[in-house]
């Protein structure tokens, strides 16, 4: 399984991105799909996960209300819609695929088998 993170790009305060992980099965439509970010400096941190069966999502609270995790299964495809981003959201982005089911919304870097390569999102003004 190999996914593909995109969608990352430079942008102002307040604006939007929609980033996006593709998978090179269709096997992971039925995994979980984390977000994770890593900032200059700083550790590897959870984001965001959308549940295997797309009914649930879960957040890390700095994000709530303002990042969407989605997914199409027909494009084998992730989202994660970031509106109102802010100047602490500039990271390189992540999305990994978590194959076991009974890790609900895990929250945990290790729990995830698969990794894409990062795309950067800079939020400057």
């Known amino acids: 399984v190999q996914l593909q993170a995109s969608g990352g790009g430079r942008v102002l305060p307040g604006e939007s991105l929609r980033l996006s992980c593709a998978a090179s099965s269709a096997i992971v439509n039925t995994y979980a799909v984390g977000w994770f970010r890593q900032a200059p400096g700083k550790e590897r941190e959870f984001v965001a996960v959308i549940t295997g069966s797309g009914r649930s999502t879960y957040y890390t609270d700095s994000v709530k209300g303002r990042f969407t995790a989605s997914r199409d299964d027909a494009k084998k495809t992730v989202y994660l819609q970031m509106d109102g981003l802010k100047t602490e959201d500039t990271a390189v982005y992540y999305c990994?695929?978590?194959?076991?089911?009974?890790?609900?919304?895990?929250?945990?870097?290790?729990?995830?088998?698969?990794w894409g390569q990062g795309t950067l999102v800079t939020v400057s003004s």
């Open positions: 990994a695929a978590d194959p076991q089911s009974w890790h609900v919304g895990s929250r945990t870097e290790a729990d995830y088998d698969y």
